[in-house]
């Protein structure tokens, strides 16, 4: 980012709700490298809160806590909720009023706070009939902030993204948690035959997009954040086989991938999204080996998981 474009973010307010977590935390980073004055707010305490931010802890359904976090913000990000497609599925009354309740109470509020901007993460399951119940949230959720865009003039942008990975990740997500198996337990497995293709994108270059979309040009607009390689899993787990010299098992068990498309999302049709690349990314190869020297630093710092491969520090 220009100085000329840091000056003019100084001063600036952001929340960003569900900043706690792997993409909101590099949310409030990135927002607060670029000058922002950033408040977190989720029903859990960040991990990685830096000096200057500050921490909110409540929850998206009240409205009271909701409203005060908003007050004199310039810009609101809206990454909390249920986002893992086994968790929706498993719990679809949570998903329901986690994911569609909780983003009308964050709409409310920023109508009554005159919110500038509303940024919310969709995903690309919005294109397809799979994603279960996680899928119709998102769906339910844009047509929401449609409404609230042309009944009440809230300008929002959408930011469906594709497949994120990188460091503070959970087991929720597939890297991190092929990794943490082959570190582990020396094997990989993935249901169906890995023929699925997936465009990765590395965390910090979405949280990067995530601060660059503040631009008027992007304005009721839907903005789609994939990586720029698309690559087939077996092929990613291969490559993550050859960097942990080939020690690695892979097993593809053979089970239909019920919740998730093959080659690609689209069967469904919602509003169209630009696709927004960056100048620079981080290469697919790099991206990987950072993140797997960041599970294995962890879990050798940790005490829960018994490391079976070793790796050079």
Same mark, same amino acid.
């Given at each position: 980012m220009t100085k000329n474009k840091t000056e003019k973010m100084n001063g600036k307010k952001a929340v960003v709700f569900g900043g706690s977590g792997f993409l909101g935390s590099h949310v409030a980073d990135a927002l607060t490298d670029s000058g922002f004055r950033v408040i977190i707010f989720d029903c859990k305490q960040s991990k990685?809160?830096?000096?200057?931010q500050e921490m909110h802890i409540? !929850?998206?359904? *009240?409205?009271?806590? %909701?409203?005060?976090?908003?007050?004199?913000? *310039?810009v609101v990000y809206h990454f909390a909720g249920i986002a893992d497609i086994h968790e929706a !599925?498993?719990?679809p009354m949570d998903t329901v009023m986690y994911n569609i309740v909780g983003t009308t109470t964050i709409l409310e509020a920023c109508v009554k706070a005159n919110i500038p901007l509303f940024v919310f993460a969709s995903s690309v399951y %919005?294109?397809?009939?799979?994603?279960?119940?996680?899928?119709?949230?998102?769906?339910?959720? $844009?047509?929401l902030i $449609? !409404?609230?865009n042309k009944l009440y003039n809230l300008t929002f942008t959408i930011l469906r993204f594709g497949s994120l990975y990188g460091r503070r990740a959970s087991k929720s997500n597939f890297i991190y948690n092929i990794i943490h198996q082959a570190l582990t337990e020396g094997r990989m497995e993935r249901k169906g035959d890995g023929e699925e293709l997936r465009a990765y994108i590395h965390i910090s270059d979405a949280a990067r997009a995530c601060v660059s979309i503040i631009n008027e040009k992007f304005n009721n607009e839907y903005i789609l954040l994939t990586g720029s390689q698309t690559i087939k899993v077996k092929d990613m787990l291969h490559m993550i086989n050859e960097m942990l010299s080939n $020690?690695?098992?892979i097993h593809f068990l053979d089970e239909r991938i019920e919740e998730h498309y093959e080659i690609t999302p689209y069967t469904f049709r919602p509003r169209l999204a630009r696709n927004l690349f960056l100048d620079t990314q981080i290469d697919l190869g790099q991206g990987i080996l950072d993140t797997i020297y960041d599970v294995y630093k962890i879990l050798k710092r940790g005490k829960e998981s018994k490391l079976v491969i070793s790796i050079p520090d």
């Open positions: 990685y809160l830096q000096s200057g409540g !929850n998206i359904l *009240d409205m009271e806590q %909701v409203s005060f976090a908003v007050k004199d913000v *310039d !599925n498993e719990k %919005v294109y397809s009939e799979h994603g279960g119940f996680y899928r119709s949230s998102k769906q339910a959720c $844009e047509l $449609e !409404n609230y $020690e690695i098992k």
